[in-house]
């Protein structure tokens, strides 16, 4: 975990807690929410990856992909998912993916080439594996463990993905999800929210999501346009940004 993380949700627990154990298990819980979903314990040295089998490898991706509750979810949809976002974005030759979890493990069915994959996220763990993926794969990338919290990444690219990102942000800092945006150095950015159903009892949350979406964009006060690309149990948007004021 990125001791960052720790560190700023010590700084914002301590003041509330009855005593030190009453501290820890406050941090606990927030850590909890925001990276809880990995099973931890997966490792991959980037030679286990069996790069030179054309079948192997999407299984060997899936396999591991299975392992994380918010990448699991999309699954059965990963062949329509990536390609109906560049339908309105156009194929990338750069990525930033924020909070990546191991979604860059989904590379087999995004249909990039040899784009540039910028991943970040405050788990050490999924980015360790994303790390040893992307060295197997011979992927241009550049990976790094950071709190999104403290600001986007300076790095330039096509389209900044911040799938199922901002509802995870809005647990830890109510202007997170809106500075990140800000501060995003790309032309279009994608944000997801889980929706397990979108029809029938889900219909509140859907309109709770879309009501986000709007009040963020608004917030950033840099959004063109916004279209979307949704798969059934994920709500996704494609948001065009005004460039970059610095
Ligand atoms: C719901 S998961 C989504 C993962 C991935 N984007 C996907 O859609 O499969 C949220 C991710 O955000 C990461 N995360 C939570 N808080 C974060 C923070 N402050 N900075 C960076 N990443 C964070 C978690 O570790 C987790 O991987």
Same mark, same amino acid.
């Given at each position: 975990?990125?001791?960052?993380?720790?560190?700023?949700?010590?700084?914002?627990?301590?003041?509330?807690?009855?005593?030190?154990?009453?501290?820890?298990?406050?941090?606990?819980?927030?850590?909890?929410?925001?990276?809880?979903?990995? $099973?931890?314990?997966? =490792?991959?040295?980037? #030679?286990?990856?069996?790069?030179?089998? /054309?079948? *192997? +490898? &999407?299984?060997?991706?899936?396999?591991?992909?299975?392992?994380?509750?918010?990448?699991?979810?999309?699954?059965?949809?990963?062949?329509?998912?990536?390609?109906?976002?560049?339908?309105? $974005?156009?194929?990338? =030759?750069?990525?930033? #993916?924020?909070?990546?979890?191991?979604? /860059?493990? *989904? +590379? &087999?069915?995004?249909?990039?080439?040899?784009?540039?994959?910028?991943?970040?996220?405050?788990?050490?763990?999924?980015?360790?594996?994303?790390?040893?993926?992307?060295?197997?794969?011979?992927?241009?990338?550049?990976?790094?463990?950071? #709190?999104?919290?403290?600001?986007?990444?300076?790095?330039?690219?096509?389209?900044?993905?911040?799938?199922?990102?901002?509802?995870?942000?809005?647990?830890?800092?109510?202007?997170?999800?809106?500075?990140?945006?800000?501060?995003?150095?790309?032309?279009?950015?994608?944000?997801?929210?889980?929706?397990?159903?979108?029809?029938?009892?889900?219909?509140?949350?859907?309109?709770?999501?879309?009501?986000?979406?709007?009040?963020?964009?608004?917030?950033?006060?840099?959004?063109?346009?916004?279209?979307?690309?949704?798969?059934?149990?994920?709500?996704?948007?494609?948001?065009?940004?005004?460039?970059?004021?610095?």
């Amino acid at each position: 975990m990125d001791p960052a993380l720790v560190a700023r949700l010590a700084a914002e627990e301590l003041p509330k807690a009855r005593n030190a154990d009453d501290a820890v298990k406050r941090v606990k819980r927030r850590l909890h929410q925001a990276v809880g979903a990995f $099973t931890s314990g997966t =490792r991959m040295a980037a #030679d286990a990856w069996p790069v030179e089998d /054309p079948e *192997a +490898l &999407p299984a060997a991706c899936l396999a591991v992909m299975r392992r994380h509750a918010s990448t699991r979810e999309r699954l059965e949809h990963l062949e329509s998912f990536y390609p109906g976002i560049w339908r309105h $974005t156009g194929v990338p =030759r750069s990525i930033l #993916d924020l909070g990546c979890g191991l979604g /860059p493990l *989904a +590379l &087999p069915w995004m249909g990039v080439g040899d784009a540039r994959y910028v991943a970040t996220d405050v788990d050490e763990g999924a980015i360790a594996v994303v790390r040893s993926f992307l060295e197997a794969i011979g992927q241009p990338h550049r990976v790094e463990t950071r #709190d999104l919290v403290d600001g986007a990444p300076e790095e330039e690219a096509d389209v900044g993905l911040l799938l199922k990102l901002v509802t995870t942000l809005d647990r830890q800092h109510r202007e997170a999800a809106s500075h990140l945006l800000q501060g995003l150095r790309t032309r279009h950015a994608v944000v997801s929210f889980a929706a397990r159903s979108l029809g029938g009892r889900g219909g509140g949350r859907v309109r709770t999501y879309r009501e986000r979406l709007e009040r963020l964009a608004t917030d950033s006060g840099r959004v063109r346009a916004i279209e979307e690309a949704s798969v059934p149990n994920e709500l996704v948007f494609v948001l065009a940004l005004e460039p970059h004021d610095g």
